[in-house]
C-alpha cells in the first residue's frame, strides 16, 4: 500500500515524461529560425518544420524536484524547479493530493507498526487478558447446573472419584457428582492419610492440593 501511493504520486507529478518544458526566458531562437527538414533516424519519414519568431523554445525539464539535485518528498506541485514549471494547475492539484495521500499513508502504517511492537513488548511484562461476554446478571452460586473445577483422581476400584484435598469446607452444590449412599468426606484421601501416619505431622507438607471454598456472603438480585 505504501509503495503504490508513493509511486501513484510521483506518477502523477512526471506526466507527460517528455522531460521538456517551456522555456520562457527566452523569448525567441533567432538562429533557429526558418524551414527545416527533420528525419528519423531510419530515414523512414521525413519532415518539414518551419520556425517562426513566435515560436516557442522548449528545454530539458530534469523533473528531479528539486534546486539542490535531490528527489523531494512527498511528491507536491511546489517541489518544480523554478523556471522549469511543466505542470498545469488541474495536474498540480491531483499531484498535491496524491502527495499528501501518501504522508498519510505512510504515517498510518508507521504508527500501525509502532503500536503493534509497543503491544509485544508491553505484553512480557503485564498480562493481556481481555474477557469475553457480558455480565448476565446471574449469580453463579445460584446455578443449578453448577460444575466446577476440584481435584480428582480416578480410580477403577471406587465407583467416583477420590478427593485429595478437605472436603468439610467444600459445598455440596460444586460437585457435579454425588453418591446417593456414602458422604463425600468417604472420597477424603487426607482423612486416609491422617489414619494411615498417625503421628506423622502431615499438615506442614504440602502433599495435598490446597482447596477452599468462599460462599458468597450476601447474593445480588
Not at 515560436?55 to 512527498?74: H, K, L, M
Not at 463425600?184 to 492419610?193: E, I, N, Q, R, V
Amino acid at each position: 500500500i505504501v509503495a503504490m501511493a508513493v509511486v501513484s504520486s510521483y506518477s502523477w507529478a512526471g506526466f507527460p515524461y517528455d522531460n521538456l518544458c517551456l522555456d520562457e526566458s527566452m523569448s525567441e531562437a533567432t538562429e533557429y529560425i526558418g524551414t527545416w527538414t527533420v528525419e528519423s533516424r531510419a530515414n523512414v519519414r521525413v519532415t518539414n518544420v518551419e520556425v517562426t519568431n513566435t515560436t516557442g523554445v522548449y528545454g530539458i525539464a530534469t523533473r528531479i524536484f528539486s534546486d539542490e539535485g535531490v528527489v523531494a518528498f512527498p511528491a507536491l506541485s511546489e517541489f518544480q524547479p523554478n523556471g522549469d514549471e511543466w505542470m498545469t494547475k488541474d495536474q498540480e492539484l491531483v499531484v498535491d493530493i496524491y502527495g499528501f495521500t501518501s504522508l498519510l499513508v505512510i504515517a498510518f502504517v508507521l504508527v500501525s507498526f509502532i503500536r503493534g511492537y509497543y503491544k509485544s513488548i508491553m505484553s512480557l511484562f503485564r498480562g493481556t487478558y481481555k474477557e469475553v461476554g457480558k455480565d448476565q446478571g446471574q449469580n453463579f452460586s445460584n446455578v443449578t447446573s453448577i460444575s466446577t473445577y476440584l481435584p480428582q483422581v480416578n480410580s477403577n476400584i471406587f465407583s467416583y472419584p477420590l478427593l485429595p484435598y478437605k472436603t468439610e469446607h467444600i459445598d455440596k452444590q460444586l460437585y457435579d457428582w454425588q453418591d446417593p449412599d456414602k458422604p463425600f468426606s468417604y472420597y477424603d484421601l487426607t482423612l486416609d492419610a491422617e489414619e494411615l501416619l498417625e503421628g506423622v505431622d502431615i499438615k506442614s507438607k504440602v502433599v495435598f492440593s490446597q482447596t477452599y471454598h468462599f460462599p458468597p456472603t450476601t447474593l445480588q438480585d
